[in-house]
């Protein structure tokens, strides 16, 4: 019996990553850590499945660009299509290095750009600013 390779799980994970779809929860270890730039490290499944889900909330599509894979793990070029509850569009793209450990994926690191994601997902900062 074959086993499934790295590649195809992390594929498969996120092929199947997508709004209305649980599968992806599924592939994720018990102890899976996400640690994400500009976030506070997550360690478990119900954290780092309610963080995607979040994601997943405001997702319209999203591509791989590349997969690279060594061993056990695969870094992933990804763009996520995003649409903000104003209709406004735009894309954001990751650096996602995942880590397999017996078939599961136990590790993510997310790499973006965080002046792009504050613009889409944080309000302005106008805290002790003289804002007329």
Same mark, same amino acid.
């Given at each position: 019996?074959?086993? *499934? &390779? ?5 594929? %498969?994970?996120?092929? *199947? #990553? ?10 994720? +270890?018990?102890?899976? &850590?996400? #640690? ?13 499945? !309610? ?11 999203? !591509? ?5 894979? !060594?061993?056990? &793990? +695969? ?7 995003m649409v903000?509850?104003?209709?406004e569009k735009?894309?954001?793209? *990751? ?5 397999? %450990? ?11 750009? *965080?002046? +792009?994601?504050? #613009? ?5 900062? &106008? +805290? ?5």
């Amino acid at each position: 019996m074959k086993s *499934t &390779t790295t590649k195809e799980i992390v594929k %498969r994970f996120y092929d *199947t #990553k997508k709004p209305g779809n649980n599968e992806w929860q599924s592939m994720l +270890a018990d102890g899976v &850590t996400f #640690k994400g730039t500009g976030m506070p490290s997550l360690q478990g499944k119900k954290s780092v499945i !309610e963080i995607t889900d979040d994601l997943l909330s405001r997702l319209e599509s999203s !591509e791989i660009k590349q997969m690279l894979v !060594e061993g056990d &793990t +695969a870094c992933v070029l990804n763009n996520y299509h995003m649409v903000l509850s104003n209709g406004e569009k735009f894309v954001l793209e *990751t650096s996602e290095i995942v880590g397999v %450990r017996n078939g599961k994926i136990d590790s993510f690191d997310v790499y973006f750009d *965080t002046a +792009a994601f504050q #613009k889409y997902f944080l309000p302005p900062c &106008t +805290a002790g600013l003289n804002v007329q």
